[in-house]
């Protein structure tokens, strides 16, 4: 059989009727084989002006929304959130409606290459040079090769952890820039130390009365934005409409969360562990009953002095949590981002069990059915593997580690020290341009896979399928790999990616799930409807309430003081997430929803802290830690602690394209590279201090500043 077949060689084999129907529609088991052509050469069943629909799945962060993207005459038009799906249920974010312009960015990297690292010759090689480059590299000493990935897609670190156990090489390190800023992986061992189980936790807000987020942007950036900012309109309003629910929001720089909360608590950056268990002690005297051994040996003027919470405040919310019908804790994002991060977050969790009704719940899920978290000292490992030439051969897929990890870290040093570097990117970003090879993948609307969703109240593994044919000369990086272990004799017996997908599916086709959201005797048919709907998972919730242990937690250290001239610095991810997406023009359009910026970096700083200085908004000033300096605008906020300043994450890019390089600052070069206990970076202990430098750089704002704050601002 040909590799390639068209819709009528199709229909003479198979005849009209519904498999003609799912290759159509790019969801048949056959669809992998159908040539799907751009506008310029439009497709056989294509129709000027009828729309064609494929569900998939955004990878521009682990949430794993499905999107549904419209076509037509071949090509992408726009994509809108998945009706269906249980996490987006039809909404969609911005950074997934920018997914068409990544598809047609005009600076993609279009062909495989070699080339001189940091710029100079490039060659265009063939894709079977590639695959015999790779096979080499497979061929080698297995303890010296190593896979760096990034949070997407799950079926591809699949796919390098069974090819790295196959060869005997060290399993691929995982890193996401967006998990560590809401701290996944500390909230993964919080949830074990407290209820035994190794998960990421689903908070039931839309129940209940009473929320206190401590350091969650559940509305901007935190383990399901679409899926809580639905569940916080149900906990705004009832059924009837009458308004419901009252959210306190802890954190020292108010966010979108904070500006929509009905309080808003200022703690210093560090503090936040130690006023969730204060209020705990707090919360359990007012109930009359035992104090929880997590809470027992809280000071709680002490927490109040720490924090800069009146205890009197502490005393009122511990109250009001206390007598509430249910009230939930969520830790998040900077509480968890400290050297004290997993003790808050155990503290904070453990302040659930104080609820009239539990309102943690837990998925039980099989152990291979959660992909690992990667984590900052997963990454040091592989650094200093790096550095002391243990490492032959280093591949690169779906994270930039010269823009996204602390320059104090060392990466760019290690990476010097190694003799070949293999990168999968898409676009031209930093590592990419210092790697020894580019072989580009598909992006995200080209491409196949699945990833699993850990936010959810049900089991769901989120499908990802082509919805355009590869406009450039690029493969599926999994196709590339197995093409290469023919080479190496890995012993991979997969023909090629899709085929690697379809085994991974056949437990949920055995299982024969009657909860399921569809059934099948056989896989091509199980394959059409995965990729009709836009994934599997079960037709109604399946959570198991989480029980806490009677165990205490850790003593909260509390924050170290700051030295003279110091102020704590808190980056935080916005419209630009890691900085991936910093390329679209249309989400670098996008105002930030609390200042309006545009196309820029800019560090909020307090009235007071900004007339000590002598700066003003637009006034530019050099930011330095023990660790590096950086130079960005002021943008004076009235919403943010006097002692802290706040810098968005995502610019400062060098390279990545046209509307990426040269606009901005990297926060991460302040970074410090300490870890938490759970392996986190603690980034929210970085200390900086600000000098004038006498220069003004207007930021581009949709706002009015003399409107909002008045002249002088």
Known sequence: MKSKIS???????????????????????????????????????????????????????????????????????????????????????????????????????????RQARGGGSVEEIDWDQAVEVV??????????????????????????????????????????????????????????????????????????????????????????????????????????????????TFEPRQSVTGGSSDLWVPVAPGSEGLVAAAIGRLAAEARGGGVPPAFAGVDVNAAAEASGVPVETLTRLAEMFATARQATALPGGNALGHANGLESAVAILTLNSLSAANPVSIIPVEEEASAPQGSLQAVQELVDRMRSGQVSTLFIHGVNPLFELPSSLGFAEALAQVPQVISFAS??????????????????????????????????LSAMQPVVVPLYNTRATADVLLAATQQAGAGLDYTDEVAFIQSRLRPLLDANDPDGLFRADEMPTFWAQFLQYGGWWTQSPRLEPAEASASGGSAIRPPEPLQSGQLHFIAYPNKLGDGSVANRPWIQETPDPMVTATWNSYLLIHPDTAAGLGVRTNDVVLVR???????????????????????PFGQGHTELGRWAAGRGANPAVLFPPQANGAGDLAFADTRVTLSATGRRRPLALIESLDGVYGEGH
């Open 625 to 647: 830690s023990e660790h590096g300096e950086l130079e960005t605008s002021v943008y004076v906020y009235p919403a943010i602690r006097p002692d802290t300043v706040a810098m």
């Open 7 to 113: 819709r009528r060689d199709f229909l003479k084999l198979s005849g009209a009727g519904l498999a003609t129907a799912g290759v159509l529609t790019g969801c048949g088991p056959t669809s992998r084989y159908v040539v799907r052509q751009p506008y310029s050469s439009m497709p056989e069943f294509g129709q000027t002006g009828v729309s064609t629909y494929y569900a998939t799945t955004c990878r521009d962060c682990t949430a794993g929304c499905g999107i549904i993207v419209r076509t037509v005459e071949g090509r992408a038009i726009k994509a809108e959130g998945n009706p269906a799906h249980p996490v987006s249920r039809g909404k969609i974010c911005q950074r997934a409606l920018t997914a068409v312009q990544g598809l047609y960015n005009p600076d993609r990297i279009t062909g495989p290459r």
């Open 135 to 248: 096979g080499q590299a497979l061929q080698g000493n297995a303890g010296s090769l190593a896979f760096l990935l990034g949070g997407t897609p799950d079926h591809l670190f699949d796919l390098v952890t069974e090819l790295a156990e196959a060869l005997g090489a060290p399993p691929p390190v995982r890193y996401s820039t967006l998990q560590m800023f809401e701290g996944r992986s500390t909230l993964i061992a919080a949830t074990e130390a407290v209820y035994g189980t190794p998960a990421v936790p689903h908070f039931d807000m839309a129940n209940s009365d009473v929320v206190f987020s401590f350091g969650a942007n559940l509305l901007e950036e935190w383990l399901s934005p679409l899926a809580y900012t639905r569940q916080f309109r149900q906990f705004r309003q009832d059924a009837a409409g009458r308004r419901t629910g009252y959210l306190v």
């Open 427 to 460: 676009f031209p970003d930093e590592t990419a341009l210092a790697s020894d090879y580019i072989l580009p993948d598909h992006t995200g609307l080209e491409s196949f896979g699945y990833q699993r969703v850990q936010a959810a109240d049900r089991p769901v």
